[in-house]
């Protein structure tokens, strides 16, 4: 019964069919192809407008999104790379800081400073007429202690001192220096006074909720 029923429906598509082909094969040679190329446009047509262009969009779409992850790419390179000059900057700077922090004595270790400077001139040939360390100044992080000091000697145990000072393994800065002849000829040696600032590290204390 099935192979009746596909007999019958192949005989009804023939004869639906039957006319368009008697219709075809009484057109003439040139009519046949002017058929066979308009339903090539045709087909052509329908495949470029419903097949081609869709997959045309979406490379399209899939181009300009590479494109802007391109551009991200590149951003978040340069991003990186400036984060890592500016760790590589901050460790320096931190490596600086730390060293800056060994040159500053905190409090106990100042009257041992002290006495290197006094060493330092001594050990120069100078004689010490004054040395007297005066009131800290408070700065943001530190204290500068000025100490007075006036000397006798000669020019050159005045370069040997400052020398040493210059030496010391803690900061110590010379300022205000003055010197003169101890007498009207010159033949007395020279007479010198001047600040010498050594400096202590401070912390800050932090403050104590109530």
Known sequence: MKNEHKESLSDKIGKKTAPF?????????VQRILVCVVTFVLLSGGYFYFVYM????????????????KTRLVTYKQKA??????????????????????????????????????????D????????????????????????????QGGYHEFAAFFDQVARLYRIVNI??????SRSKS??????????????MFVEKKKDVKK
Not at 21 to 29: C, D, Q, W
Not at 84 to 109: G, H, I, T, V
Not at 186 to 199: H, K, R
Request: net charge negative.
């Open 21 to 29: 082909f008697e219709k075809i094969g009484n057109l003439t040679r």
């Open 175 to 180: 300022n205000d220096i003055s010197i003169k």
């Open 54 to 69: 869709p997959r045309q969009e979406e490379m399209k779409r899939l181009e300009n999104d590479l494109t802007t992850l």
């Open 124 to 151: 120069a040939g100078l004689e010490f007429i004054l040395f007297q360390p005066k009131a800290e100044v408070q700065k943001e992080f530190y204290a500068e202690i000025p100490v007075a000091i006036k000397v």
């Open 81 to 122: 790379a400036a984060l890592a000059k500016y760790e590589e900057l901050m460790a320096e700077a931190q490596a600086r800081f730390n060293l800056a922090m060994k040159a500053l004595p905190d409090k106990k270790e100042i009257p041992s400073l002290l006495t290197g400077i006094s060493s330092s001139g001594n």
């Open 186 to 199: 010159g033949g007395g040696g020279l007479e010198a006074s001047c600040n010498a600032v050594t400096y």
